[in-house]
């Protein structure tokens, strides 16, 4: 069981937009602004299209862009292409008493209709 | 252009020791202010964050691990190496090296990933 929840799947169509959860606690998604989203295609390694919620690094399309609201944080996708069709990971730093580490969601996979 | 590239032994025994190498292009191991991070993907999708050494060598582990996992490097051939012991079934993964966490808390550069499968 991953430590941040993502919806198994999702699906939408060429030019849509389409809205990913990941959600957390107030000692990860909630408490720090430090979540990353990842995309991977398969047979790949994930690659970092957000970090720091909402940041895009360059030669990230414009058509991704990120948010958080509470312990929730969500990654959009914006003119969907065929080319996103992937998995979607989300990661944030987790902090407790004793202990720190970095965490994932178990991936959303994105179809295109 | 940073590139990484793991390199293991695709299949170890279990209660063996699992030990898997990094070695990074583009970039020195040794050059603040980066970190660099070892990920493990499982069967199933998930992906586990391992731990990371830091340019100055001094390393943090996931708690999750306990005492099981080390890390070492080799600065003068920019190479790090992961050792897992006592492995079981349980680790058999796709193992990543990344750089990072930086300071925007994200790892920028992944290698391609390397199986490795527990069995006897």
């Known amino acids: 069981q991953s430590a941040l929840t993502q919806p198994a799947s999702v699906s939408g169509s060429p030019g849509q937009s389409v809205t990913l959860s990941c959600t957390g606690t107030s000692s990860d998604v909630g408490g720090y602004n430090s979540v990353s989203w990842y995309q991977q295609h398969p047979g790949k390694a994930p690659h970092l299209i957000i970090p720091e919620v909402t940041n895009r690094p360059s030669g990230i399309s414009n058509r991704f862009s990120g948010s958080k609201s509470g312990n929730t944080a969500s990654l959009t996708i914006s003119g969907l292409q065929p080319e996103d069709e992937a998995v979607y990971f989300c990661?944030?730093?987790?902090?407790?008493?004793?202990?720190?580490?970095?965490?994932f969601g178990g991936g959303t996979k994105l179809t295109v209709l | 252009q940073v590139h990484l590239q793991e390199s293991g032994p695709g299949l170890v025994k279990p209660s063996q020791t699992l030990s898997i190498t990094c070695t990074v292009s583009?970039?020195?191991?040794?050059?603040?202010?980066?970190?660099w991070s070892w990920i493990r993907q499982y069967p199933g999708g998930g992906l586990e964050w391992i731990g990371y050494?830091?340019?100055?060598?001094?390393?943090y582990y996931n708690p999750s691990l306990g005492s099981r996992v080390s890390f070492s490097t080799d600065t003068s051939n920019d190479r790090f190496s992961l050792n897992l012991n006592s492995v079981t079934a349980a680790d058999t993964a796709v193992y990543y090296c990344?750089?990072?966490?930086?300071?925007?808390?994200?790892?920028?550069?992944w290698g391609q990933g390397t199986l490795v499968t527990v069995s006897s």
């Open positions: 990344a750089r990072g966490p930086l300071t925007n808390k994200a790892f920028d550069y």
């Open positions: 990661s944030s730093y987790r902090s407790g008493d004793t202990f720190s580490a970095w965490v």
């Open positions: 583009g970039a020195s191991i040794s050059t603040h202010p980066y970190y």
């Open positions: 050494i830091r340019y100055s060598g001094s390393t």
